[in-house]
């Protein structure tokens, strides 16, 4: 019985590991990517086309009301949201578009340099043997106090 059950598991095991091969992910990988594509065009194409209908109204003279323009919030969200699932999914986008560069923040004249000790425990310095020697000496009282007490109970389970 124990044989069955354990071939059972060997074969579940197996199985999974199987379906978790990077071929497998590589091709629900691609047929992913493609939906998702098309899920960020399409999404992408809705917004469009209700932006482009609000404009419509504004130039002969309408106002879209809160609605119409909470809904065009909401497709602008929702092809957002695709396009970026889209991109996590299929990876690095083939075309990007150029990002506009932020003025660079102005450097202090004067940068630190030299050793900074920010306190206990900082990095910047390096460690020696008085740093490790507490922890040390910690551990070994410890072991040793653990030691004492399992033979302690040990003598008096047998005496």
Same mark, same amino acid.
């Given at each position: ?39 960020? @065009? ?35 969200? @929702? ?12 990876? @690095? ?67």
């Amino acid at each position: 019985m124990r044989s069955i059950s354990a071939l059972c598991g060997v074969v579940v095991v197996g199985g999974a590991l199987a379906l978790s091969s990077p071929a497998v992910h590589a091709e629900t990988a691609k047929g992913s990517c493609s939906g998702a594509m098309s899920t960020a @065009k399409k999404a992408r194409s809705m917004y469009d086309s209700y932006d482009r209908e609000l404009r419509d109204l504004t130039n002969r003279g309408g106002h879209p009301d809160r609605s119409q323009r909470d809904h065009l919030g909401m497709l602008r969200m @929702k092809s957002d949201n695709a396009s970026s699932m889209a991109n996590r999914t299929c990876g @690095k986008p083939k075309k990007s578009m150029p990002k506009k560069s932020m003025p660079a923040k102005p450097r202090p004249k004067v940068m630190p340099h030299g050793k900074v000790k920010a306190g206990s425990g900082a990095m910047s310095v390096a460690s020696g043997p008085s740093d490790l020697a507490l922890p040390t000496s910690a551990a070994l009282v410890a072991g040793a106090a653990g030691v004492w007490l399992l033979r302690r109970r040990d003598d008096e389970e047998l005496g």
